[in-house]
């Protein structure tokens, strides 16, 4: 259902679906984003309990678990055991898919996706469709610490999406951003990726706590020259 919603969405024109910004957070993101935000923690005394309870389900419920995690697994050793399993690759991902994902999501509740295959190619994968609303959740919660709100905050995200045509950003109402295509933005046509950008600026919330007053074409001018000093095009 994710994957069809998706694609609908890939066709449309951007500017006929604004108001997909107003969307509330526990519609969109669904029960699991409610569930989780009570439940996001980062407190490190339960990072060893939490790590015991995910062994004890892939032994349960994978291939691989039931094979390489053995049965005297506890609180204490779970981190040693974790240490003592097998690398697994992409390679073995795309190769034996079913040997790693849990049985619970095989038939059901679940969908298909793929890693972003920076440096390879991508990989496929299974996701709970839970996953989406849990992984949020978390992002959410990290991001309060700034104060960030979804329908105030617009931001710009940059990840492996490749744009239609010869756009450099294109925004998305859904999560309220700016998305940049990172393949096409190069040093030279930087100057126009700014004026691209220079289009939203009122819609960027000043940033808070700020000592040093830029402009936030400046921060990303900075951001992006560093981009290019570590990874020349």
């Known amino acids: ?83 003592s399993l097998p690398l697994v690759s992409s390679y073995d991902l795309s190769t034996n898919l079913d040997y790693y994902i849990s049985q619970e999501y095989k038939d059901a509740g679940a969908y298909l996706t793929t890693t972003g295959g920076t440096g390879r190619n991508p990989t496929s994968i299974l996701l709970s469709n839970e996953s989406f609303g ?15 709100q979804k329908l105030k905050d617009l931001k710009l995200t940059l990840r492996g999406k490749s744009l239609k045509g010869d756009k450099l950003i294109e925004f998305n109402p859904v999560y309220n951003e700016l998305v940049v295509d990172t393949f096409k933005v190069k040093q030279e046509n930087f100057e126009i990726f700014l004026k691209e950008l220079k289009k939203y600026e009122q819609l960027f919330t000043p940033p808070k706590r700020q000592n040093t007053p830029q402009s936030y074409e400046l921060k990303i001018q900075i951001h992006l020259n560093l981009f290019f000093e570590r990874y020349p095009q």
């Open 134 to 148: 849990i992984e949020w959740a978390h992002m959410h919660h990290i991001w309060s610490f700034a104060d960030y």
């Open 1 to 83: 259902m994710l994957q069809r919603l998706k694609k609908i969405y890939d066709t449309l024109p951007k500017e006929y679906m604004k108001f997909l910004r107003y969307i509330p957070d526990t519609v969109l993101f669904g029960k699991s984003y409610i569930s989780w935000q009570t439940k996001v923690s980062f407190d490190k005394s339960i990072v060893d309990k939490n790590l015991y309870d995910i062994l004890v389900y892939a032994r349960e419920n994978t291939m691989f678990g039931k094979e390489h995690i053995p049965t005297n697994l506890s609180i204490s050793n779970a981190k040693e055991i974790l240490e």
